[in-house]
Structure formats: structure tokens, C-alpha cells
């Protein structure tokens, strides 16, 4: 059974950075390098929205309220996708959640909380 695990969320202070990484298991075999990853947020009482995504070939896409202070990537040997956040907002504050695009496989979400 393929599944996704994410990691690295908690509480930082505005201004602060983190790195989420989302590891997909052995299960998911050579469809992980060949598949879409994305992250996707979702804030309290807002809908789930997508911020980035990466392509096998590693092309990239952001959500333009995180252009220049998120980096999405990928490591194809080893199942994992990471993002890079940098300057937290307040409004960064939301469950983050790694999708495997190929099979709509989701994780159980990182909470990522920016306060002061």
C-alpha cells in the first residue's frame, strides 16, 4: 500500500523558516519518480489549496502568495519531497498536506503554526 508521511511542521515565529519532508513508501515503487508531487495547505475554515508543486522533471510551480520564500524539491532515490519555507507569514499558519499526483495519494498533514 502506497502511503505519504509528513514531517517537520511545529510553531515559528514570524519571519522564521522550516523544512517539511514528505517521504512516500517502498510500496509506491517507480511510481514516485515518474509522478507529480504537490503540497497543499489547508487554513482553519478555508478550503485546501495547492502552493507547489514539482514534475518528474523537476520543473516547479508555485502559488503566487509564496513565489520567492517556498522551494519545492525532490529526491527521486530516496521517495521524498521536501519544501522549503522561508519567511513565515501568519497566514502561513495550516495543516500541509504531500499529495503523489499519480495515484491522488495523500498524507495526514503537517501542522505548521507562525505566531509570536
Known amino acids: 500500500q502506497v502511503q505519504l508521511v509528513e514531517s517537520g511542521g511545529g510553531l515559528v515565529q514570524p519571519g522564521g523558516s522550516l523544512r517539511l519532508s514528505c517521504a512516500a513508501s517502498a510500496a509506491s515503487g517507480g511510481i514516485f519518480s515518474i509522478s507529480t508531487m504537490g503540497w497543499y495547505r489547508q487554513a482553519p475554515g478555508k478550503q485546501r489549496e495547492l502552493v507547489a508543486s514539482?514534475?518528474?522533471?523537476?520543473?516547479?510551480n508555485y502559488v503566487d502568495s509564496v513565489k520567492g520564500r517556498f522551494t519545492i524539491s525532490r529526491d527521486n532515490a530516496k521517495k521524498m519531497v521536501y519544501l522549503q519555507i522561508n519567511s513565515l507569514k501568519p497566514e502561513d499558519t495550516a495543516v500541509y498536506y504531500c499529495?503523489?499526483?499519480?495515484?491522488?495519494?495523500w498524507g495526514q498533514g503537517t501542522l505548521v503554526t507562525v505566531s509570536s
Open positions: 514539482i514534475i518528474s522533471s523537476g520543473r516547479v
Open positions: 499529495n503523489l499526483g499519480y495515484l491522488d495519494i
